[in-house]
């Protein structure tokens, strides 16, 4: 493909983002209960949390220092650089807001076997493809920019009990997402140039997209108590 035609076949995955997943649709409409709000933020956590890990994983297999460099910030974006920092942080933040305590979030009661299970093979994929399959799968922050705005706005207009404050991971990842999903982009583009290789970066999104929407799928089961 050329590198228009192979940036259209990544782009045209949006429609499998979980921003149309009906939680999500029904969070942004205000139709959620607070106990809803909790098992999605307490199992939300638990992919949160594994973010660095993740990243670590994609830069343990890559023999590019540019690349490792340039990835490595995301490692402590997430992590911070130093205790009490980062968005992990802001996101124990975001827990508290929905009446979560820290320890019932750190421990992982909440999380539910099907988020574990898809946020776990989503380690284990960038542990074991190749680095630029990893990259690739972190291309949904193409996808994300959008969604956090609106998600700002339509929790602030629908639950009055948590404020912009507590909103800080997603008021702070806005423009950073963006800046990150144009990064991934250069460097997925760059370094898929045979068919095959394109092809296999289509499909590692295709994965992501899958991990995203599976977490979903389990939180909705966990909240209807199943």
């Known amino acids: ?15 499998r983002y979980w921003g ?32 660095p890990r993740k990243d670590a994983a994609i830069i343990s297999n890559c023999p590019i220092p540019e690349i490792r460099r340039a990835w490595l910030d995301r490692i402590v974006y997430h992590d911070g650089a130093a205790e009490g920092e980062g ?25 539910a ?3 574990r299970f898809a946020v776990d093979a989503y380690v284990t994929f960038a542990r074991t493809k ?21 998600r700002v706005a339509d929790v602030l207009a629908n639950y009055s ?15 950073k997402v963006s800046g990150e999903g144009k990064d991934t982009l250069d460097i997925v ?3 898929c140039v045979t068919r095959a290789q394109q092809e296999k970066a289509v499909a590692a999104l295709s994965f992501k997209c899958d991990v995203l929407w599976s977490m979903l799928d389990a939180i909705e ?4 108590g199943e």
């Not at 493909?1 to 429609?15: I, K, Y």
């Not at 649709?25 to 949160?48: D, F, I, P």
Request: proline share 3%.
């Open 87 to 111: 968005g992990a942080e802001r996101w124990l933040r975001l827990c508290a807001a929905v009446g979560l305590d820290r320890a019932e979030v750190l421990d992982e009661r909440h999380v």
């Open 20 to 51: 149309s997943h009906p939680f999500h649709r029904r969070m942004h409409a205000g139709e959620l209960t607070q106990r809803e709000l909790k098992l999605w933020a307490a199992n939300r956590w638990y992919y949160q949390c594994v973010l």
């Open 161 to 175: 009990w948590i404020s912009r404050d507590d909103l800080a991971y997603f008021t702070n990842r806005i423009d």
């Open 221 to 224: 089961r966990a909240a209807a």
């Open 130 to 150: 190749p680095w630029v399959e990893g990259v690739a799968s972190g291309l949904t922050e193409m996808f994300a920019g959008h969604l956090m705005q609106q």
């Open 189 to 191: 583009v760059r370094y």
């Open 1 to 15: 493909m050329s590198p228009a035609e192979f940036t259209g076949a990544l782009r045209g995955l949006d429609r």
């Open 113 to 115: 076997p099907g988020v």
